[in-house]
T-cell receptor, first 117, second 111 residues
Framework: DTGVSQDPRHKITKRGQNVTFRCDPI?????LYWYRQTLGQGPEFLTY????????KSRLLSDRFSAERPKGSFSTLEIQRTEQGDSAMYLC???????????????FGPGTRLTVL | AQTVTQSQPEMSVQEAETVTLSCTYD???????LFWYKQPPSRQMILVIR??????QNATENRFSVNFQKAAKSFSLKISDSQLGDTAMYFC????????FGQGTRLTINP
C-alpha cells in the first residue's frame, strides 16, 4: 500500500495563470476528496467523487475550479485564472465506502502547496 | 450544517505529562463519525483515532484515548505519557460523507 500521492508538491504561479494538480488515491479506495487548507486553519471541503461520479461540490468551489476523476482512479483539480486568494495547501484524501453505508477512514496525501504571485 | 469547535488554539506540556485537547461539535444527525487527526510541522495529516457515534464505548489507541459525550456533543482527546514526537497541530473532525474540521490546536511537547 503506497498511500495517497499528490503531484506536484509545490507550485508557484503568476496571477491569471491556470494550474492543474493530480492526486493518486490508495488503489482499492472508491472515494476521493479534495480539501483546501490555508495557513493556521483546518482543511475545508471542496469536492468528492465516488468512482468517477462527482457527488458533491462545496460553495467554496467557484466556477474557476474544476475537478475530474475520469476513470475512477486518479483525479485532477484545475484552477483557471488563479488569484492571490487561491494560495493554499490543496489536500487530497481517499477512502473505501461500502454499499451498506459504512464509511472508512479518509487517508490524506502530502498536499500541493500553491503560491500565487 | 455541521460545525466543529476547538477552543484551545495552543497548548504546551512537558514530556511524559498527560494532556487533554477539547472539541465540541454541532449537528442534527444521529449517525456520524468523529476523528482526531495530527499534522506535524510540514508533514501530512495522519489519523490518530476514530469514534463511531453509535458506539458508547470510548475509542482507545495506545497512548491516545477519547472521551465521547454524545448528548453534550463533546469529543476530547487525551494523550498519556506525551512524547516529543507528539508535537503537532491536532484537528478534530466530524464526518457525514465529508470531513468538517475544527480550527486546530497547536500542541508542543517540551523536553
Amino acid at each position: 500500500d503506497t498511500g495517497v500521492s499528490q503531484d506536484p508538491r509545490h507550485k508557484i504561479t503568476k496571477r491569471g495563470q491556470n494550474v492543474t494538480f493530480r492526486c493518486d488515491p490508495i488503489s482499492e479506495h472508491n472515494r476521493l476528496y479534495w480539501y483546501r487548507q490555508t495557513l493556521g486553519q483546518g482543511p475545508e471541503f471542496l469536492t468528492y467523487f465516488q468512482n468517477e461520479a462527482q457527488l458533491e461540490k462545496s460553495r467554496l468551489l467557484s466556477d474557476r475550479f474544476s475537478a475530474e476523476r475520469p476513470k475512477g482512479s486518479f483525479s485532477t483539480l484545475e484552477i483557471q485564472r488563479t488569484e492571490q486568494g487561491d494560495s493554499a495547501m490543496y489536500l487530497c484524501a481517499s477512502s473505501r465506502h461500502n454499499l451498506a453505508g459504512g464509511t472508512d477512514t479518509q487517508y490524506f496525501g502530502p498536499g500541493t502547496r500553491l503560491t500565487v504571485l | 450544517a455541521q460545525t466543529v469547535t476547538q477552543s484551545q488554539p495552543e497548548m504546551s506540556v512537558q514530556e511524559a505529562e498527560t494532556v487533554t485537547l477539547s472539541c465540541t461539535y454541532d449537528t442534527s444527525e444521529n449517525n456520524y463519525y468523529l476523528f482526531w487527526y495530527k499534522q506535524p510541522p510540514s508533514r501530512q495529516m495522519i489519523l490518530v483515532i476514530r469514534q463511531e457515534a453509535y458506539k458508547q464505548q470510548n475509542a482507545t489507541e495506545n497512548r491516545f484515548s477519547v472521551n465521547f459525550q454524545k448528548a453534550a456533543k463533546s469529543f476530547s482527546l487525551k494523550i498519556s505519557d506525551s512524547q516529543l514526537g507528539d508535537t503537532a497541530m491536532y484537528f478534530c473532525a466530524f464526518e457525514r460523507q465529508k470531513l468538517v474540521f475544527g480550527q486546530g490546536t497547536r500542541l508542543t511537547i517540551n523536553p
